[in-house]
């Protein structure tokens, strides 16, 4: 048995996250600390840069503290994706915060782009919708919005990066500026058919193509980690990058495709590996999932921008201390009575994609209780996986299957059997909580040459609910969408209702 470990760094919205793995996938310690996310404006969202690099350097030192000198062969590091920022080359200190995914400051931008009709470009060449979710506006918005940096961009002195980059450039002492091919294909600007930057893309949105690091294989090596800036030893390789989304894929052991994941955070990702390339037509996002070896491996995904924190949020709304508590007020019925809560907190992702929605609670009688808008809350979280399955099913041509699950509602059994019930598919959540960190991990050992087996499943959940009233479910919440975006659209054409 190989004696190796490696430390997964788990960056992620809510907390970071560090676990010292062995290679049966085995965690020997971790640690974890929250982040803070705050809200400046309506639709604004961000972190401070300074912060996550701190609550990485914490969580380091409380593993390495009780690994007891333990050799560590490697760092592997997942990271929330689409989070952005933009620094100084020459000193490393950003100028400004990290504007995270779910913020939608940068909606004008991709509103005048799309007027300008370059929406088909945009998505032709990386597979995304032309949505504030993805980077390349945000790093515009940041420059011309933040004084005198589109001058310092221009000459060359700023770098940008998603938090993967921005910690790689930390760890390694300001040495290396990289991606790899998993964070730089969720950036708008890498073209995923020509494997590169595309000038085009960033002439359309404004950013220097200087400003953008080198793209590597996901289980490259990174780089090493310098004298003194964590509590590692100088020259512990950096052996694997990749985004949390596509870490957790390939934590579950999915290597070929057939099989969908859905990673439950406050948003949602659906992921499903493809033998090629493919142009969704059903407004999914076509993706990289890694590079092995300089090998790119293609996959479908469709991002939920707000599920986990739906129940959060209806927690405080209902004067709740907690989701967990939210959840045991949900369980005291047995449905919502009518009841559909659409979370367009910060517009609604795949496969709407419209960043202008706004949250609706609709159904309402006087016979509605607590327990029934509780309930609501967490049937969102499921009918929005299945309307992301239902269009990865339309873009693949042809039924899916079992649904890997994990993240927090994965450990909800509330939630898991309600979505099987509406996908009408059997859903198997994940025995870790922590599956994009021992995805990492997996990676990092493989380009060790180690295979580490995927995370198994402790709970299994098969369809209950007879195919009728699971229809009609669907039909109340699509018809609860709908009414939620066209009353924007009313409101977008000056109406009222």
């Known amino acids: 048995m190989t004696s190796e470990l490696i430390l997964a760094i788990d960056q992620g919205t809510t907390n970071t996250k560090a676990l010292l793995v062995d290679a049966t996938g085995c965690v020997l310690h971790q640690a974890s600390v929250p982040n803070v996310v705050t809200y400046p404006q309506p639709g604004w969202a961000e972190q401070s840069a300074t912060a996550l690099v701190d609550g990485v350097k914490t969580v380091i030192a409380e593993v390495v503290a009780k690994a007891d000198n333990a ?54 060449k990386t597979g995304l919708a032309l949505d504030p979710l993805f980077p390349a506006a945000k790093i515009a918005w940041l420059l011309d919005n933040t004084p005198g940096a589109r001058t310092r961009a221009e000459a060359g002195t700023l770098r940008t990066g998603t938090v993967d980059s921005w910690l790689l450039w930390n760890l390694t002492g300001g040495k290396i500026h990289a991606t790899d091919h998993s964070n730089a294909s969720r950036t708008q600007l890498f073209n995923t058919e020509t494997l590169a930057w595309d000038a085009g893309l960033c002439a359309l949105f404004d950013v220097p193509l200087s400003m953008l690091p080198e793209v590597r294989s996901s289980d490259s090596e990174f780089g090493r980690v310098a004298a003194g800036v964590s509590a590692l030893s100088s020259g512990v390789p950096v052996r694997a990058m990749i985004g949390d989304s596509h870490a957790a894929l390939f934590g579950h052991g999915v290597r070929a495709p057939g099989t969908v994941k859905a990673t439950y955070g406050t948003g949602t990702s659906l992921m499903a590996l493809t033998p090629n390339r493919v142009r969704s037509t059903h407004g999914i996002s076509s993706t990289i999932a890694w590079s092995q070896n300089g090998k790119v491996q293609h996959a479908l995904e469709g991002n939920i921008s707000v599920s986990g924190q739906a129940a959060a949020f209806a927690a405080e709304l209902l004067g709740l201390p907690d989701a967990a508590a939210l959840s045991a007020l949900a369980e005291t019925v047995g449905d919502s009575n009518g009841v559909a809560f659409v979370p367009a907190l910060v517009g609604l992702g795949a496969p709407h994609w419209r960043a202008d929605a706004r949250g609706t609670i609709t159904g309402m009688t006087l016979g509605t209780k607590p327990a029934h808008l509780a309930r609501a ?117 000056g109406g009222t209702q």
């Open 377 to 493: 809350a967490l049937e969102a979280i499921a009918f929005q996986v299945a309307d992301v399955y239902a269009a990865m099913e339309a873009d693949m041509g042809s039924p899916l299957g079992e649904l890997r699950a994990d993240g927090g509602a994965s450990r909800n059994a509330t939630v898991m059997q309600f979505q099987s019930d509406i996908l009408g598919r059997p859903v198997a959540a994940a025995a870790a909580p922590e599956v994009s960190a021992l995805g990492a991990a997996a990676l990092a050992f493989s380009s060790l040459g180690i295979s580490m087996p995927g995370v198994p499943a402790a709970g299994h959940f098969a369809p209950a609910m007879d195919a009728d009233t699971a229809q009609n479910h669907r039909q109340r919440w699509q018809s609860a969408v709908t009414q939620t975006l066209a009353t924007q659209n009313q409101q977008n054409s």
């Open 71 to 124: 050799y560590i062969a490697g760092l592997a590091i997942s990271n929330q994706r689409e989070s952005i920022l933009v620094w100084d080359a020459a000193t490393g200190t950003p100028i400004g915060p990290v504007v995270i995914w779910q913020c939608r400051r940068s909606a004008p931008k991709c509103e005048a782009l799309r007027a300008a009709g370059h929406a088909e470009t945009v998505e032709a």
